[in-house]
């Protein structure tokens, strides 16, 4: 690549796409360029998302005991990792997750259920609960992500009321069959295209961390692009122990954050979702990381637990970002803005008998 990264940006904006070799550079970029490439990034995003940040938060309908085996997944066949086991929640636990996501400040609520796909009779439950969710809470947009769909299925999800359906190719077509042997590639992308078919807004991106080359995530991505995604999380594996891929430790902070501004600039105007190992592995560059993404998932995840709802609102304000849809985001549009909080008096430490922060 021979022009800057400030440069690409402006093309992208102009209407010319990024190219394979300006994503790869973008990879290749050396942690001096690190915040060259955040700025230019942080220019797509602002463009066309200003400073908003989808807050989604996810519910786990039925964890674990699923009979494929995605070689990184905790609920996998074969997985020892010591996870929650549990079958469907009944509707109005599901309603009471769902409840405490949104009060938290999610606008998205992503329900979702381990398994290769669902029944006639599954779809039926969670077109009941989304029933019961949108019934209480109209201005909701629901995401499923049940696994793989049979012809109809989608169909009856998009007609209970469910705005988006996700379903991750998780990796390049080339690396696939690496990670999961029990479903193909193109299992995958026929669920995106059936959701996709139905009027489902399609929700589908990657897991990073997979041994996968620089040139198979932009294929990723790629293909993810030409897939018309509206959103696109990228998840950085979490190595669970008790899985194939236990201690594997691939990713630096520095690291993620490239990929998640390759990801902008290949598909420059696309929800990209920061999903996944968000605090394990950007840790202290989460905050630069929402410069170039442009959403988050609150809370927790599905099997394992991601830092208190409470800092994830602060990181957004701290840094000067709004919650989509939120009290603050109309504050902010009517041209009001809210303050911090108080300083907590300090009884630990110096001066008492209680142990130092340290
Ligand atoms: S990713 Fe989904 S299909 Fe694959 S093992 Fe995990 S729960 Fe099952």
Redesign the pocket.
Known sequence: MTTTFDELATRIIGGTPATVDDALAVLGASDDDLLDVVAAAGRLRRHHFANTVKVNYLVNLKSGL?????NY?S???GSTAPILKYSWLKTDEALAQAAAGLRGGATRVCMVS???GPTDKDVERVAGMVGAIKDEHPQVEVCACL?LLKDGQAERLREAGVDAYNHNINTAESHHDQI?QTHTYADRVDTVEKAKGAGLSPCSGLIAGLGESDEQLVEALFALAEMGSDSIPVNFLMPFDGTPFEKTWDLTPARCVKILAMARFVCPDKEIRIAGGREMHLRSLQALALHVANSIFLGDYLTSEGQAAETDLELIRDNGFVVLGSEEHAQQVAGQLVGGHDPAIRRRGAGTDVAANA
Do not use: D, F, I
Request: net charge neutral; glycine share 14%; aromatic share 0%.
């Open positions: 699923c009979p494929e085996n995605c997944c609920q996998a066949l381990s398994g290769r696994g999961v």
